[in-house]
């Protein structure tokens, strides 16, 4: 058996099952929003479906809108695959974004929740 080499950074993680989210797109001459889903996840990108064709290279914005709303963060499309999903890569830190993707939770509720317990 082969095994193929991971090129990647980061290992990849699925996602919750039910989570929305938004992709902001900034072309040079008009500025639109599409519905999508994150099917899997890294620390460093990942491989989303939307619901309108992402245009490659391009800057965009993402962020997970249920079950936890995280910030917008900076990404750009990287590749396109033959099922028509598409390869993100992030351009900032994507650590909220991957929590609440991946278990459903965001820091600011965590660290409330915290600050709250110590009065």
Do not use: C
Request: proline letters at 4%.
């Amino acid at each position: 058996m082969i095994h193929a080499v991971e090129r990647r950074r980061f290992s990849r993680a699925s996602t919750l099952e039910h989570h929305l989210m938004s992709l902001e797109v900034w072309e040079p001459r008009a500025r639109w929003r599409t519905p999508g889903r994150i099917l899997n996840i890294s620390r460093s990108g990942a491989l989303v479906s939307a619901g309108a064709k992402l245009p490659k290279r391009e800057s965009l914005w993402l962020r997970l809108d249920h079950p936890e709303q995280t910030p917008w963060l900076a990404a750009r499309v990287v590749r396109i695959d033959r099922n028509g999903a598409f390869g993100i890569e992030f351009l900032d830190s994507a650590s909220e974004l991957y929590e609440a993707a991946t278990h459903g939770i965001r820091f600011g509720n965590v660290l409330g929740s915290i600050q709250d317990s110590d009065d």
